[in-house]
């Protein structure tokens, strides 16, 4: 009976995340599953197959041919209380970012954190040390100074300590790192630094309006014309079908409103949606 309320609850919990975090999560854990179950059947050969093709090698010429490495790094973990801790610090600050900036505003600074942190740290291995980089941390860091920005003085607890505002719990963490620099520890804290240092920076941009949401949006239209292109191919138009034009104008119609909704919300948060656009969103959604 408790196991079932314990999956329960879990289930409930994990369908309640915002989108981005729950696509985040979902897919750390299950690279992680992959990483378990490969290094058990698999061995050290598995680890380093792992390790040479997608964690991060803080070399110019492996980042420049190898691209790919300053996404995939982000979803290795190297054990289970790192990917934990990650996660746990994303659910408890990234939820309300993403509530307030919306799913590709967060899409754009935690992925944008994630790729500076690693992009800082191929200016600065030669300095504090050439070593591969797993985890999500840079990302996450990243989120947490959004956080920060947005609720200054948000009380956040730890353990054995009194609430402490936001702010000073994130100023806390990267000054850790910054005393941690040069040390022996297999932290990648340039990584920290840095994608604290573009949460900043893209944080700021979008307090002055800059919309964070354009990359995504421009992703998402070349992946729907991939599959565009794919349907086409795949369900050859019958010659005796014909269209019909006010079909088409009603859906672009809708398309434009959504647009519309869709950018109030990564300007100013779904808060911002009056009850008429929060309606015709879910009914959109659902078309969709």
Request: aromatic residues 14%; without cysteine.
């Amino acid at each position: 009976m408790q196991n079932q309320s314990f999956t329960s609850s879990a289930r409930r919990g994990y369908n309640n995340l915002p989108d981005a975090i729950k696509v985040i999560i979902s897919i750390n854990v299950a690279v992680f599953l992959v990483q378990w179950v490969g290094n058990i059947i698999g061995g050290q050969s598995f680890t380093l197959f792992m390790r040479d093709w997608f964690a991060f090698f803080p070399d110019p010429l492996v980042t420049i041919t190898q691209p790919w490495r300053l996404v995939t790094y982000m979803f290795m973990h190297g054990g289970f209380f790192h990917l934990l801790f990650n996660m746990l610090w994303l659910w408890w600050m990234g939820r309300a970012v993403e509530e307030r900036l919306g799913p590709r505003t967060f899409f754009a600074i935690y992925f944008g954190s994630g790729i500076g942190g690693a992009l800082l740290d191929v200016l600065l291995a030669q300095v504090f040390g050439i070593a591969y980089v797993v985890g999500a941390s840079g990302a996450v860091f990243g989120v947490m100074v959004a956080f920060a920005m947005l609720y200054p003085r948000m009380p956040i607890m730890l353990i054995l300590l009194p609430p402490i505002e936001a702010r000073y719990v994130v100023a806390g963490l990267i000054g850790l790192n910054l005393l941690a620099l040069g040390g022996e520890s297999n932290v990648a804290h340039v990584v920290h630094l840095g994608g604290a240092g573009v949460g900043y920076v893209l944080m700021k941009a979008w307090q002055n309006g800059f919309d964070l949401s354009s990359p995504i949006r421009t992703l998402e239209r070349w992946w729907n014309g991939l599959q565009g292109s794919y349907q086409k191919q795949k369900t050859p138009r019958n010659k005796n079908m014909y269209s019909v034009s006010d079909v088409e104008v009603v859906e672009e119609v809708e398309q434009s409103e959504l647009d519309e909704i869709l950018e109030k919300i990564s300007n100013k948060g779904y808060d911002a949606l009056t009850k008429e656009e929060k309606k015709k969103l879910f009914e959109l959604s659902k078309k969709n």
